[in-house]
């Protein structure tokens, strides 16, 4: 199992671009979410997903945007990039059988962006 | 609200020292409480999970956390440290009615040698 998997590693883009976040499992599981982290604030949930077809806004959505046709699949979307988007964002994904904060989240690598 | 407040944000101890980090939420209902590592450069890792029964939980890498229900605490323990577990600690709280965890800020933890 490759676990959960996140392309690119790093990305820099200028402010008014967009560009999709990449997140892939591989472990059948239910639920997705879409966290950025920022120095010193620890992890904030962006959007989440607790089954194909099916998302949901977490605390800090607003620039973003997701989508979820398949099981294993979850984009992020950044529509108009600004600087206040640069962070790293991390994909996670949990089973989701008895509820989604029972089960362990299953991290993946990261993305490293940038937005000058 | 919601919230997990994690007041130390940098430790420094020395390897084969003990320690002890520090974790209060405020949450209300029963809470689900995690703690979760991240080394540099790396996602976030469980370390282990409460839920309910033992107030005392064992988790992986000889790590262990005590849940005290009326200090709202769940402290991270270990009581001998290693050089490798230099990294960033995260505690997190969650509930059987949310789809969601709340995480606190973190504690960078550094080991001397």
């Known amino acids: 199992n490759a676990g959960v998997t996140q392309t690119p590693k790093f990305r820099i883009l200028k402010i008014g671009q967009s560009m999709t976040l990449q997140c892939a499992q591989d472990?059948?599981?239910?639920?997705m979410y879409w966290y950025r982290q920022d120095p010193g604030m620890g992890l904030k949930l962006i959007y989440y997903?607790?089954?194909?077809?099916?998302?949901d806004k977490g605390e800090v959505p607003n620039g973003y945007n997701v989508s979820r046709s398949t099981t294993e699949d979850f984009p992020l979307r950044l529509e108009l990039a600004a600087p206040s988007q640069t962070s790293v964002y991390f994909c996670a994904s949990s089973y989701g059988q008895g509820g989604g904060t029972t089960d362990t989240q299953y991290f993946g690598p990261g993305t490293r962006l940038t937005v000058l | 609200a919601q919230s997990v407040t994690q007041p130390d944000i940098h430790i420094t101890v020395s390897e084969g020292a003990s320690l002890e980090l520090r974790c209060n939420y405020s949450?209300?209902?029963?809470?689900?409480l995690f703690w979760y590592v991240q080394s540099p450069g790396q996602g976030l890792q469980l370390l282990l999970k409460y839920f309910s029964g033992d107030t005392l939980v064992q988790g992986i890498k000889g790590f262990e956390a005590e849940f005290k229900r009326s200090q709202s605490s769940f402290n991270l323990r270990k009581p001998s440290v290693h050089w490798s577990d230099a990294a960033e600690y995260f505690c997190?709280?969650?509930?059987?009615?949310?789809?969601?965890?709340?995480f606190g800020t973190g504690t960078r933890l550094q080991v001397f040698p």
């Open positions: 997903s607790v089954g194909a077809g099916i998302t």
């Open positions: 472990m059948n599981h239910n639920y």
């Open positions: 997190a709280v969650g509930g059987y009615n949310t789809d969601k965890l709340i």
């Open positions: 949450y209300g209902a029963t809470p689900y």
